[in-house]
């Protein structure tokens, strides 16, 4: 596999992590996408290092979308996994929209500001009065038969609709946006590795399940999934012991694995 790691062009940051997701942090001021970084050099790294950019050129969100990453306004990162035994990838989405969501929320405590609603639209993008502030993607490599797994976060924390194309400017948010306040892009990182870390040592599907199940508000609501086979029309119902959506329909449950989910908000 080509190396494309170059030493001049990064810095590594000390977040005060010990061990762990996180220990380890370069930071790039310009990248392509640091999940495609991740992919090509995971071998060369051990599991928890974490690939922050300042701005990405060519970054990606789920269903090969362009993830657009306006400089120094966001957190667009990257986690290597390299996990011993199988994960259930959808789980992990999961999970990572949670430890987002606390991390977040942990952060707005410390700097007092008043709090939001969080919302997670299934599977895992985040949202506050319907913008969208936060997507996630997950994406497998291997070398030599060993997989790895890596976690992108793309975050936005100061970025307004201008700093976007028309089209994802119309349902962009920010963290700014809707807390105020001044926020410090290298101690809100922390807060969500130490998140999402804790949920990665612990992972428990159940717990998972369960605690995803009381963050979303999707519950109930008229919906419609964008799937490969087509377009299923319903009602919110549950989640799987997989992680699939389950929707209930005219002709009865369907369970999605994979989609894109429209709500009215």
């Given amino acids: 596999m080509k190396i494309v790691i170059n030493l001049t062009n990064h810095t590594e940051i000390d977040l005060g992590i010990r061990a762990g997701i996180g220990e380890k942090v370069l930071f790039f001021p310009l990248i392509d996408s640091t999940n495609s970084f991740l992919k090509a050099n995971a071998h060369l790294f051990p599991e928890g290092i974490v690939v922050w950019g300042d701005?990405?050129?060519?970054?990606?969100?789920?269903?090969?979308?362009?993830?657009?990453?306006?400089?120094?306004?966001?957190?667009?990162f990257s986690i290597l996994l390299k996990p011993?035994?199988?994960k259930n990838i959808p789980l992990l989405s999961l999970m990572t929209s949670l430890a987002l969501k606390s991390g977040i929320?942990?952060?707005?405590?410390?700097?007092?500001?008043?709090?939001?609603?969080?919302?997670?639209?299934?599977?895992?993008?985040?949202?506050?009065?319907?913008?969208?502030?936060?997507?996630?993607?997950i994406e497998g490599t291997s070398n030599d038969e060993k997989i790895s797994l890596?976690?992108?976060?793309?975050l936005n924390i100061t970025a307004r609709p201008n700093d976007f194309s028309d089209e994802v400017g119309r349902n962009a948010g920010s963290l700014e946006q809707f807390y105020g306040g001044s926020w410090n892009r290298k101690q809100l990182l922390k807060h969500i590795l130490l998140?999402?870390?804790?949920?990665?040592?612990?992972?428990?599907?159940?717990?998972?399940?369960?605690?995803?199940?009381?963050?979303?508000?999707?519950?109930?609501?008229?919906?419609?999934?964008d799937t490969v086979e087509g377009r299923i029309i319903g009602i919110c119902k549950d989640l799987s012991p997989q992680g699939e959506l389950i929707v209930e329909t005219s002709s009865g449950?369907?369970?999605?694995i994979a989609?894109?989910?429209?709500l009215e908000w």
């Fill in 55 to 76: 701005r990405q050129t060519s970054g990606r969100g789920r269903h090969s979308r362009k993830w657009e990453s306006p400089e120094g306004k966001g957190l667009y």
């Fill in 253 to 256: 449950e369907k369970k999605i």
């Fill in 150 to 154: 890596i976690v992108g976060i793309g």
């Fill in 259 to 262: 989609g894109t989910l429209h």
């Fill in 105 to 137: 929320e942990e952060y707005v405590g410390e700097l007092s500001l008043p709090p939001q609603i969080i919302d997670i639209k299934w599977p895992n993008d985040l949202l506050i009065s319907g913008k969208k502030i936060a997507g996630i993607l």
């Fill in 195 to 225: 998140c999402f870390g804790s949920g990665y040592r612990g992972f428990d599907a159940r717990e998972i399940l369960n605690d995803y199940r009381q963050a979303s508000r999707i519950w109930g609501r008229k919906c419609y999934v």
């Fill in 84 to 86: 011993t035994l199988s």
